[in-house]
């Protein structure tokens, strides 16, 4: 990865927090559970953009821009809503699945 892409990529991460900053409190509070839950049980592809977190951010300004309550839009299990979102996507625990059914099934063959 080149110098330039890693400080457009930081661009437009500070650029994407000051956009979270701008939320209501509710609605920041509640991005950034779903921001840490993300990023530890997240989808793989996550690490590589932050498109989905982008999506959730318009989400959240359209639906405050509505007047809506932020437990009204994602439901009061936010975990649930966090696992919505990621659907089918392959995640880190899927990776781990595999890594330690990969190492016991090797030790078996022994």
């Not at 110098?3 to 000051?18: C, L, Q």
């Amino acid at each position: 990865m080149s110098i330039k892409k890693i400080i457009e990529g930081k661009k437009e991460w500070r650029a994407h927090v000051s956009r979270v900053k701008a939320l209501p409190q509710d609605y920041e509070i509640v991005y950034k559970e779903i921001q840490k839950y993300l990023f530890k049980v997240g989808p793989i592809e996550l690490s590589e953009d932050f498109g989905l977190l982008s999506e959730v951010l318009s989400f959240f300004e359209e639906s405050s821009a509505a007047g809506k309550d932020v437990l009204e839009v994602t439901g009061t299990d936010v975990a649930a809503f966090c696992d919505e979102l990621i659907g089918d996507s392959k995640t880190y625990a899927d990776l781990y699945q595999e890594s330690v059914n990969e190492k016991v099934n090797k030790a078996m063959k022994k």
